[in-house]
């Protein structure tokens, strides 16, 4: 197989053996941009998926890059909760010039934490689902990028694994901001009761999962690193008068409630 290219949205495509052919592509209403979800940029899709001509492993590294910008922090190394996080971790470490290093090894035959029914199953998964290589961190002081914390039970453990294998300090980097509303458009995110942004719980954060200390990305910062090849390539069209298909937009409805359709209820 090869890559032929995106699918535009809303476009109707025709696939036969002889040609690929757009039937229709149905529009945003009242020339609204396009709300792509920027949370497959973040968690969901695959590093190597390429969305809006650019490949999700390069965006994932930017956020990194922007949370070293943002939150930077005195420590000796950076690593990751293996492994969709890894882009981004890689993309910290070198914009603060830390080493990059594994502290985790992963155990392949265990599902996604984020979709267990209850927080027993997930903190149970979370054990059985991580080996701790000690040797790389013992007496340092360790950063480490996750993608996001939806509830704060997969981090929690994480922490004490490495306090008790010799971590001097852990700080928590979260590479994109907290997420507080439900998604009405098919992404299963929990309720907002249980979004750990939006309990009591999150106004001391870094005390309650047991970190140093707890600095997410910013929506502004997210979005400039989704955002930045787009915008580049299309300046990059313009200048050789070639068309670009729609204004940029995308859906942050999980992280500022701002839906980009009228809900009704």
Known sequence: SRYYREVLPGEIV???????????????????????CI???????RPDSIFEGQMVYSVRRR?????????PVEADLVSTVPESATPAALGYAQK???????VLCKNRYVGRTFIQPNMRLR?????????????????????????????????????????????????????????RFPCYMGINIPTKEE???????????????GADSVVYLSVEGLVSSVQESI?????????????????IGHCTACLTGDYPVELEW
């Not at 580049?232 to 670009?244: D, G, H, I, P, V």
Request: hydrophobic share 40%; charged share 25%; aromatic share 8%.
């Open 96 to 102: 603060c010039g830390l080493p990059y290093v594994e």
């Open 195 to 209: 979004l750990i942004a939006n309990r009591p719980e999150f106004h001391d954060l870094a005390n309650y999962i």
């Open 39 to 45: 949370f497959e940029y973040v968690y969901f899709a």
């Open 123 to 179: 903190q149970l998964g979370v054990a059985k689902k991580f080996g701790v290589l000690s040797d790389n961190f013992k007496g340092k002081r360790v950063v480490i990028i996750d993608d996001s914390i939806v509830r704060g039970n997969t981090i929690s453990p994480i922490i004490k694994l490495l306090r008790e294998s010799g971590a001097k300090e852990v700080h928590i980097r979260v590479a994109s901001p907290p997420i």
């Open 231 to 247: 915008k580049a390539r299309q300046e990059n069209s313009l200048k050789t008068q070639k068309s670009f298909i729609g204004k």
């Open 14 to 36: 025709k696939i036969s053996r002889h040609d690929v052919q757009t039937l229709d592509v149905v529009r945003r209403p009242e020339r609204d941009p396009s709300a792509f």
């Open 63 to 71: 956020c990194g890059q922007q949370l070293a910008i943002e939150a």
